[in-house]
C-alpha cells in the first residue's frame, strides 16, 4: 500500500486561537451573547503553535488504521532553505489571502487556516481506499 504524504505549511511560533466555531451575525450562537464574542468563554481556550498542532496530528494518526501509510510532516514557511513546487503553491494560496496553517495532502491543497485531526484522518483514509 501507498504512503500518503500530509505537509502542514505554517509558522513554527505563531500563536493560533481555538474558538466556539459558533459565531453568528453579532454573537456565538453556541454561548448566546448578545453582546458578541468579546466575552465569550471560547476566548479562554488555549493557544496553540502550527507545529504543536502538527504533532498533534501526528500522535493521532499514530493511533489509527492509517498509521501505517501515512507521513506526517511541518514545513516552516520562513525557512528559505526549502525550495519545492508544492511550497510555491502554498505561498499563492497565501497571497490570495488565505491563512496559514496550509494543510496538503497527497500533493493537494486541502485545508487552511486551521488543522483538524478528524478530516486529515478521513482523507487519508478515502485517499488509501
Known sequence: MDTIMVNIYGYK??????GCAGHNGS?????????????????????YT?????????????????????????????????????KMRVKEVI????????VVIDGIIRYYGGISNMLIYKDVKELLT
Do not use: H, M, Q, W
Open 13 to 18: 511560533n505563531e500563536l493560533l486561537e481555538s
Open 27 to 47: 454573537s456565538c450562537s453556541s454561548c448566546r451573547l448578545s453582546s458578541g464574542c468579546k466575552n465569550c468563554r471560547s476566548k479562554e481556550n488555549p493557544k
Open 50 to 86: 502550527a507545529e504543536g498542532l502538527c504533532k498533534s496530528v501526528k500522535n493521532f494518526l499514530k493511533t489509527t488504521d492509517v498509521s501505517k501509510n501515512v507521513e506526517v510532516n511541518f514545513v516552516e514557511l520562513n525557512d528559505k532553505r526549502i525550495k519545492s513546487n508544492e
Open 95 to 102: 497571497d490570495r489571502g488565505f491563512y496559514p496553517p496550509i
